[in-house]
């Protein structure tokens, strides 16, 4: 009840805005409009998240406001617009100025995104930083509810000062608020079989940004200094919470800590050189820090003791600076020839603490390269140098006929642990033609060579060291790929009533080994573990037909195919197995995909297919002189696949038929009756259908049952959001 009366107060309040700005003046000429109405929903969602994901559709007051304003005799203009005041989407908006003189803008944008609604949760604390129970506790009937989402309020504004023009003087802030919960889980044990449990983790950031910038802009000449700062709050810094596997010890969770930002960025554009050129560069530099304590202990006994983590340093100091420096040459050296150069240079510093946990028994990761004894945790400080250079040119050779094409050079040297460097050589061809009025036409191929320098080669003493299979694996973000693609655009109006689009897209990246080669039977083939291959088509048409003053509909549709092809290898256990034979241990080698299967250890493959469809249509039928229907309606649908083989059949893998399918229906109808000059009114209905179908889902339970201190607690996040909507929506609008 608040909430809709706060929403009606605060539109009545700028029903009078009209009035009050006529008293600034004679010469001000406004115009705008109030809107006023209310909304009512009806659904039937078990968890009406998915519905209300990112939109607040509660029932109650909508309302808007609307305002234009010009003094011609002074030169200021103001213009105000806001929407669902009161409402958790709500948004508001003042700009205004004086021509030539200075301008500003103030806001407030609120969003509130909703993750799970009537969900489930052993806990006792959720929205706190301390998540406390008892387990075992496997009845789901005796659990919490709880909902876990969290609201975004993002405010802010700038002054531009022009007075002095060419020079100006700008400066922005804006102070971002995130408040509630999200998604969390954690690992209950060590090990993938010690089970997990969902957590609500609490959310509390609060970011302020502040920059100012000085330049001097003129037709041929742009130059800019901004200088930007930002911090982060974080009024959580950890959550503890009940481990069901370390005998109900209290665990922690760390967070985001606070941290600090700064930036430096140089602007610089000449135009109007020869060869009717322009000249751009642009140069920044940034900081990043952040301080924080390690944890010094961590449950490390099922009956809820701690173990020492040993850290070589008592806290943690993050310190990040990156520089980019860009320059870029595009000029007309001849009639219909335009062509560009450019440079662009990027590095990453990372100056910060290099932290070591020192191993100790149960704590500690993997094991020391060519013994058993436990191995140390180190973090990785990325940083990296990254340089390209690229070339284009675009030649008109006749009326409506252009071609041209480029080449794009990237060189990244940087400090992973898989590949040192990476060299990425990029060509496009590109073809258009609109040599009939009515007829467009774009044809463009683009290829794409990587080569990485795969630096693991050599992991591992031999192949019962689990840091041997390293050598076979490549990760296809970064690995060698050759990459071919082809982009279709195709636009046709032949008559004033009929439009005509289309695009196609085809895409395929074909990965080379970044490890070692594995074979079969003996011999060699092109494997490796990890990505293979992919392809991508898209297929997308639309068209619009009818006159409008009639009756005029769009219609669209789109289609895309997606295939990922990968070879993988299943170790089910920490170690080689051993076997007995003639008296002797002898390892079974199961860190190398070349050995031979075996129950314990296999490789095997997936093929992953997704489909997509998006298709609509609207219509707009003026049905009287002052009245307007407008119809639509939208259909989504994905869906996905996976086939997977073993070697001989071990694990008996079974396809995946159900792999994020979703369906989505949404119909929306609308009228809007002008009634007189000042008066309109619209009223509308929209309903909306969603169903989701995973494997990983389907079947749902809170808890995934195990020995009574490694089963695994769950909340019901993304389990049960299929819903069927009803809304209903009217509005009263006064326009002057």
Known sequence: MQRKLLSVLIAGLFVAAPAAAQDLGSQWVLQGSVTLGGI????????????????????????????????????????????????????????????????????????????????RTPYNGAGSGDLRATFPNVNANTWNTVNIGFDRRDTGGYFEWQRNSPWYFRVDGNHVERDGTKIGSAANGTSPGNGFVDLIIPVDYQTTTASAEFGYSTPRYHFAVNYTMSTLDSGFKTVT?????????????????????????VNGTIRQLPWNSTLAARFTWDELKSDTPLATSALNTTTGGFGLTNPNVSEFNGKVNNTTFSLNWSAVPMNNLDTRVYYNYQKRDNESTQVEFRPVSGLACGTV??????????????????????????????KGQRIGGGVDYIDLEHNRIDYDEVKDTKLFLEYRNTMIDTLAFRLKYTYLDRDSNFILGHEGVNANDPLFLERFIGRYDIQAVKRNEVKLDFDWSPHPLFDFSAQAIWKDNDYKRGGSAISYNGEPVDEFLGRTKDERKELYLSASFGDP????????????????????????????????????????NCFDPNTPPNATAYNWSAKNKDKNWLAGIGVDWPAMANLLVKASYLYVKTDGKADIVTQNNFGNPLPITAYDDTKTHSFNLRAIWDINRNWQMTAGYAYEKYEYSDDQYNGYQFTVPAASNQTSYLNGFNAFTNYKANIVYLLGTYRF
């Open 40 to 119: 009512f929903v009806d659904d039937d969602a078990r968890d009406g998240s998915k519905l209300e994901q990112y939109r607040d559709l509660g029932d109650g007051a909508l309302s808007s406001i609307l305002l234009r304003g010009r003094n011609p005799g002074s030169g200021y203009w103001i213009d105000f617009y806001g929407e669902n005041f009161g409402r958790d989407d709500m948004y508001v908006n003042l700009r205004g100025g004086q021509y030539d003189a200075f301008k500003y803008r103030l806001y407030t944008d609120w969003l509130t995104q909703n993750r799970l609604f009537n969900g």
């Open 241 to 265: 919470w009940t481990n069901p596997y370390f005998g109900n010890g209290i665990d922690t969770t760390h967070l985001a800590p606070d941290n600090d930002y700064q930036r430096i960025a």
């Open 369 to 398: 390269a060519g013994t058993t004894l436990p191995g140390p945790c180190d973090n990785e400080l990325y940083s990296y140098e990254k340089w390209n250079v690229g070339f284009d040119a675009f030649w008109r050779f006749a």
């Open 549 to 588: 003053s009639k009756v005029r509909a769009t219609a669209f549709y789109d289609v895309e195919w997606i295939t990922y092809d990968s070879f993988h290898r299943n170790i089910g256990a920490g170690s080689c197995p051993v076997t007995n034979t003639s008296g002797q241990i002898t390892a079974n």
